[in-house]
């Protein structure tokens, strides 16, 4: 018996795969979504400064902190729901450009620090591998002489091998902390600030349940 036309074209159907939203495959996103009372959630109490120079809450950066490295990869979206009439269309650029400055400033400060931990490894294994070229210089030229040029010789082997291996173990074991701090504020400089409504239409809002800053 002949197999119908609609059992041959079964196999086929069941291999096709729903497309890829398009949004998805130009770039991926990370959401953080944080509820807020007003704008002030995001800035010090302590700070009288209007908001383009004002310091941040500190609870704000401890939030951020703890979900901001979540993932690795892909670019952060920050969320800040409120409520409508809280909302203020003049003072948001504002807010999100303080934000860029500010995670931007900091992530220039961990690159500085960072680029001078690497200096200083680099600085000891140089002076490392010059100890280490001085010692083998006066190993062959003292070669005949007596026990305290040998002593002199061996000290300076000594040290040129510390300083060798104190420098590598400088380079290649970074500060965790200011690392990961480094990361953090690369991610927050480049992240997108949105404001939202708390009473606008959940379709619009990102999956993700806010967080109480």
């Known amino acids: 018996m002949e197999p119908s036309l609609e059992s041959k074209n079964q196999p086929a159907a069941q291999k096709q795969e729903p497309a890829k939203p398009e949004s998805e495959s130009i770039r991926e996103l990370r959401d953080i979504s944080l509820a807020i009372d007003t704008y002030d959630d995001i800035f010090s109490d302590f700070d009288p400064r209007p908001y383009s120079l004002r310091a941040l809450s500190d609870d704000f950066l401890k939030e951020i902190k703890k979900r ?24 948001e650029p504002l807010i999100r450009k303080r934000l860029r400055e500010y995670f931007s400033k900091h992530f220039a400060e961990s690159n500085t620090e960072l680029d001078t931990v690497k200096k200083r490894g680099i600085g000891f294994l140089i002076i490392g591998i010059a100890l280490i070229a001085v010692a083998t210089f006066l190993a062959s030229y003292y070669e005949t002489t007596g026990a305290l040029s040998r002593v002199l010789v061996e000290l300076t082997l000594i040290g040129g091998w510390f300083c060798m291996f104190t420098g590598m173990e400088t380079l290649f074991n970074l500060p965790a902390d200011l690392v990961e701090k ?30 109480k800053v």
Request: charged share 40%; hydrophobic share 35%; proline share 9%.
């Open 182 to 211: 480094k990361k953090l504020h690369e991610h927050m400089s480049k992240a997108d600030f949105i404001f939202f409504s708390e009473e606008e239409p959940a379709s619009k809002k990102p999956p993700a349940e806010p967080s």
């Open 68 to 91: 901001g490295l979540e993932g690795k990869k892909g670019k952060l979206e920050i969320w800040f729901f409120l409520p409508e009439e809280k909302r203020d269309a003049k003072v």
